[in-house]
């Protein structure tokens, strides 16, 4: 009997005692929580992958004649626009093509107050569709015009086998993964 009450009194001290470890360890729990800093997620333009073909933007950044759309498309936000999977046709203007804009133009357009008119210029440029320059040239034979991501549309022609888009000559191409760029030395202003 005396080895009953031994066992009893130790099984009744570790029952105690693990209760009191358990709302011990809760009374922690709730006293010690941090104020943790929101993080905003950055979207898929922040994702950074060094094994896959770039996407337009990454080429673009990787460009240092694009310098200046570079810094338009992060001042407008689109940059996870540019980026998504496509096909996405970019007509992309030179840092020369911001130049010839009147003075004050682009500073102006950079204002976070500008955003959202920066946004619809650039949009101007970006045709949601698949638009390689053998398609460009079968859409110049037929008379079409290009819809834009702004809601407009361009003409696109053919002229002494350059191809124009809104009466800018498209002067390089560059593949990437999610579609293609079309180098052009003039700002498709809406």
């Not at 102006?108 to 390689?132: I, M, T, W």
Request: net charge positive; hydrophobic share 45%.
């Amino acid at each position: 009997m005396k080895a009953f009450k031994i066992i009893y009194l130790v099984a009744l001290f570790l029952f105690f005692s693990c209760k009191k470890e358990n709302s011990n360890s809760n009374s922690v729990n709730t006293t010690s929580i941090e104020k943790k800093e929101v993080v905003k997620p950055q979207g898929q333009a922040s994702f950074e992958d060094e094994v896959s073909d770039p996407n337009a933007l990454q080429k673009a950044k990787s460009i240092v004649d694009f310098s200046t759309l570079v810094t338009a498309i992060e001042a407008a936000g689109v940059q996870d626009a540019i980026v998504n999977a496509g096909p996405l046709t970019i007509f992309a203007p030179l840092n020369t093509a911001f130049e010839k804009l009147p003075a004050n133009t682009v500073e102006d357009l950079l204002k976070p107050a500008n955003k959202s008119k920066l946004a619809f210029v650039l949009k101007n440029h970006v045709a949601p569709a698949n638009f390689p320059l053998e398609q460009l040239k079968k859409e110049a034979k037929k008379g079409r015009k290009l819809y834009m991501a702004s809601g407009n549309y361009m003409q696109v022609e053919n002229k002494e086998g350059k191809i124009y888009v809104d009466g800018v000559e498209v002067i390089q191409t560059v593949k990437v993964s999610n579609g293609w760029i079309h180098v052009i030395d003039q700002v498709l202003v809406p």
